[in-house]
């Protein structure tokens, strides 16, 4: 048994389509589950073979619309909650770092395209 959280703030409905599509999909691949929505945004997965816990879970994980997976009381973070990460605002802090990272970036790009250019210079 293991549990996901659908991404963003889905209704009832929305869950019940995302985790449906999830369903056939894995069906697709010769796996066998049950799924029921336990809350608006979250499901319960009943898996009938054990051995495809791992797989299941890989699978959900690489879902843009899976926010997370818990397996055995553990919590694995999915592609939708690195994207939700991915668009939140950055602190003071962040900003300056990202500043500063993307001027080192182009100041190495600007040496290398010198570097490019004084060696054509020398071979002609």
Do not use: H
């Not at 048994?1 to 069906?27: C, D, H, Q």
């Not at 979250?42 to 843009?64: A, C, K, M, N, T």
């Not at 900003?95 to 600007?110: R, S």
């Amino acid at each position: 048994m293991m549990f996901a959280t659908v991404a963003g703030n889905p209704t009832r409905a929305e869950t019940e389509k995302i985790s449906a599509l999830w369903e056939s999909s894995l069906f697709n691949a010769n796996i066998q589950l049950k799924r029921y929505v336990i809350e608006d945004d979250r499901i319960l997965i009943q898996i009938d073979d054990g051995s495809d816990s791992i797989q299941i879970r890989d699978f959900l994980l690489e879902q843009e619309n899976c926010l997370d997976v818990t397996v055995d009381s553990k919590t694995y973070d999915g592609k939708g909650k690195k994207l939700l990460d991915k668009n939140k605002p950055l602190t003071k802090e962040e900003a300056k770092e990202k500043k500063k990272q993307e001027a080192e970036a182009k100041a190495a790009k600007e040496a290398k395209k010198k570097a490019k250019a004084k060696k054509e210079k020398i071979e002609l």
